[in-house]
């Protein structure tokens, strides 16, 4: 079946505009997760959601920093006024409900801030 | 909290040799231990996962990893490498409860040499 979808697959933008980034699940995976790699920090969680309750977004860097989940599938992260800090690979992951369900991951979308 | 450790960044190894990638982590409470692979601009794809029970887990592609309470370890391991299994690999924990945020350790870069 259909894995994790990220779009765009590729992004650059100048410093200071806002940046949206798409996250398809897997059909059926109620939870949803957002990530950032980067040269600096490595790997690192971002923001979580789980149906309906409201979404640990204890991992966000900043107020810039926002992501909404319609009708408990699609997902977008948004960015707004773009930092050269931003820069970074941004991972979608989704599993099935429980604590001990892998997380399957899209291909990510590698964004560049000039 | 938790912390994962990847003792070596980069690790180079002649084809059909052995390999051993080594993961140490921290926390206070029980958790479960997980290996990605991410090839080149590509997402993350599980190898193998720790729950509970038999602390040798067999994962895809000829890996098996060895949970170790004691020393807090789950080192990554593989009897003969092939050119294909250049890549990052990643030891991840999550908590038994609550959100699955996985926490990732620096990566191993493994480079195989024909």
């Known amino acids: 079946g259909a894995g994790v979808s990220q779009s765009p697959s590729n992004k650059v933008t100048e410093k200071g505009k806002d940046v949206e980034l798409r996250c398809d699940p897997i059909s059926g995976h109620t939870a949803l997760y957002w990530y950032r790699q980067s040269l600096g920090q490595g790997l690192e969680f971002l923001i979580y959601?789980?149906?309906?309750?409201?979404?640990?977004k204890s991992g966000l860097p900043s107020d810039r920093f926002s992501a909404e989940r319609t009708g408990g599938s699609v997902s977008t992260l948004t960015i707004q006024r773009t930092q050269q800090e931003d820069s970074a690979v941004y991972l979608c992951?989704?599993?099935?409900?429980?604590?001990?369900?892998?997380?399957?991951f899209g291909d990510g979308t590698r964004l560049s801030i000039l | 909290a938790q912390s994962v450790t990847q003792l070596d960044s980069q690790v180079p190894v002649f084809e059909e040799a052995p390999v051993e990638l080594r993961c140490n982590y921290s926390?206070?409470?029980?958790?479960?231990l997980f290996w990605y692979v991410q090839y080149p601009n590509q997402g993350l794809q599980l190898l193998l996962k720790?729950?509970?029970?038999?602390?040798l887990v067999k994962g895809i592609n000829g890996f098996e990893a060895e949970f170790n309470k004691s020393q807090t370890s789950f080192h990554l391991r593989k009897p003969s490498v092939h050119i294909s299994d250049t890549a990052e690999y990643f030891c991840a924990v999550s908590d038994l409860k609550g959100a699955q945020k996985l926490v990732f350790g620096q990566g191993t870069r493994l480079t195989i040499n024909p």
């Open positions: 720790y729950l509970s029970g038999s602390t």
């Open positions: 959601f789980q149906g309906n309750s409201a979404p640990d």
């Open positions: 992951a989704s599993s099935l409900v429980a604590s001990n369900q892998p997380q399957h």
């Open positions: 926390s206070s409470v029980s958790v479960y």
